[in-house]
């Protein structure tokens, strides 16, 4: 479902994990490879096609959250401000989101949008893990560069922040992002009196 306001989603129960990311960060290529289908997530070469909140169920009781792009959408500075002032409400009063997956082009990591995201977080309290997307197109020795310096920039802001390198195209790091996010979630065991 797709909400364009928070009075429009689900009851705050279970879990949530949103996904958060510039506009061109490759969010929705990646939402695409962590469900393993085609065009769950719309893609497009216009960066910040994602204008609602799209909640995605993956059972009755935990949902994956990909929520609109921030940067240099198309858009005007109002809707731009209103996306602000819902990120910011979604981050800080939703009580069932768990944790906070922010994607940032490998090569343009941090900008200053990034690092807002980042800090709403963690002053919420909420669990931060960074997705160096597009590592696909730097060298090994460049992404693990790009990746340690990321690192050591994001534990200024906090050491609870967990980063990895990450690109759909290549299904780098796909495994280890998946295993994140299965972490937060609630999954009862089957078979378990529960």
Not at 72 to 90: C, G, I, P
Not at 157 to 180: H, M, P, R, V, Y
């Amino acid at each position: 479902m797709g909400a364009a306001k928070l009075a429009q989603l689900p009851p705050d129960e279970g879990v949530e994990v949103a996904l958060a990311g510039r506009s061109n960060a490759g969010k929705s290529t990646a939402l695409n490879a962590i469900t393993d289908q085609k065009s769950l997530a719309k893609t497009s070469k216009t960066p910040g096609r994602t204008q609602l909140i799209n909640l995605f169920m993956i059972d009755e009781s935990n949902r994956l959250t990909d929520l609109p792009g921030y940067g240099f959408a198309k858009v005007s500075k109002d809707q731009k401000a209103e996306w602000q002032k819902t990120l910011s409400r979604y981050l800080q009063e939703r009580q069932c989101l768990k944790a906070l997956v922010v994607f940032m082009d490998i090569r343009h990591p941090l900008k200053e949008t990034d690092k807002q995201m980042v800090q709403w977080a963690i002053t919420a309290n909420i669990p931060v893990h960074v997705v160096l997307s597009k590592a696909d197109k730097l060298k090994s020795g460049a992404r693990k560069t790009a990746t340690a310096n990321a690192k050591k920039r994001l534990e200024r802001i906090s050491e609870n922040i967990t980063i990895q390198a990450f690109s759909a195209t290549s299904k780098l790091g796909l495994d280890e992002l998946i295993a994140k996010l299965a972490s937060w979630y609630d999954f009862k065991k089957k078979g378990s009196s529960e």
